[in-house]
């Protein structure tokens, strides 16, 4: 093994020790994705998850200028075929090697300069948020699943982008209280979050059932490769969904909902029970 191929393996178990360390949901559906597509999706992850930790996590330092630098950093890396930072460095791999459409990126890079000037989301803003935030995220990783193939990943990026947003819209329920506190945003259009109501958490729910089950229609169309992965994630966020319907707007604005580790397990197994059966 030569010396960048070293620091290329490098790069990419940064990006899986990210992924591992910041999601345990996300990590398990990973786990069983075709091992040809399983490093370059960690890599995707693991850029996610530093943009938002620039957004959400870095207070006391300048947040614009450190997104902003990254965003930079980001384009250089992918121009040049190189980073000496390991999360960039992968991340370009992934981009040069699967022809990931800058406009995702960029995309991507609005949503999270969002999170640093808009507390209060209209209509308009919340879509494009969610879009650039979480849509983009699915795509990348549908372009991934379906390299060198544009028909099957035209097919599915409907249902790709559905995932993304419901994914997006049970975290925002599930963070509602901590968004409201710590950061002083509410992301859901219309909805006065000091005065939660069964009414406005219902028509949430609503939106986001829809959502979940335009998803499901692209997640039984995937390849064999991909698709197991995809679906355990998928019935992960949809427990985690159907909790916080059981809770009241009150609750979830007193606590953060989580599912147990023991309960992410059991879905692990009833996944990959019914994709042997066939019934995915």
């Known amino acids: 093994m030569n010396s960048i191929e070293l620091y290329n393996r490098n790069a990419l178990a940064c990006s899986r020790h990210t992924t591992r360390k910041y999601s345990t949901s996300f990590s ?3 786990r069983l994705l075709a091992p040809e597509v399983r490093k370059a999706v960690y890599a995707i ?3 996610v998850r530093f943009a938002d930790e620039i957004v959400d996590t870095f207070h006391g330092h300048d947040k614009e200028v450190l997104l902003e630098r990254f965003r930079k950093e980001t384009y250089l890396s992918i121009d040049e075929g190189i980073s000496t930072n390991p999360i960039l460095h992968s991340f370009q791999m992934v981009v040069n090697e699967y022809s990931i459409d800058h406009e995702l990126i960029e995309a991507f890079f609005e949503s999270m300069a969002m999170d640093l000037d808009h507390k209060i989301y209209d209509r308009t803003k919340f879509e494009s948020y969610i879009y650039g935030s979480a849509e983009v995220v699915g795509l990348m990783c549908l372009r991934v699943f379906y390299k060198g193939d544009p028909e099957g990943y035209n097919s599915l990026k409907h249902p790709a982008r559905k995932l993304g947003e419901a994914f997006q819209k049970v975290n ?7 968004d409201l506190e710590e950061r002083g945003r509410s992301y ?3 909805v006065d979050l000091l005065n939660f109501s069964v009414v406005q958490k219902t028509k949430i729910e609503h939106e986001i059932e829809n959502d979940f089950r335009e998803a499901y229609q692209g997640i039984v169309k995937l390849k064999k490769g991909a698709r197991l992965g995809v679906y355990v994630a998928y019935i992960y966020y949809l427990k985690l969904f159907r909790k916080i319907k059981r809770t009241p707007p009150k609750a ?3 606590r953060r909902i989580r599912v147990s580790n023991w309960v992410k397990m059991s879905l692990l197994f009833q996944g990959v029970v019914k994709n042997e059966l066939g019934q995915v």
């Open 252 to 254: 979830i604005m007193r």
């Open 188 to 190: 859901f259009p219309n």
């Open 45 to 47: 992850y693991g850029f």
């Open 28 to 30: 398990l559906g990973i």
């Open 172 to 178: 925002f329920l599930r963070d509602v209280q901590s």
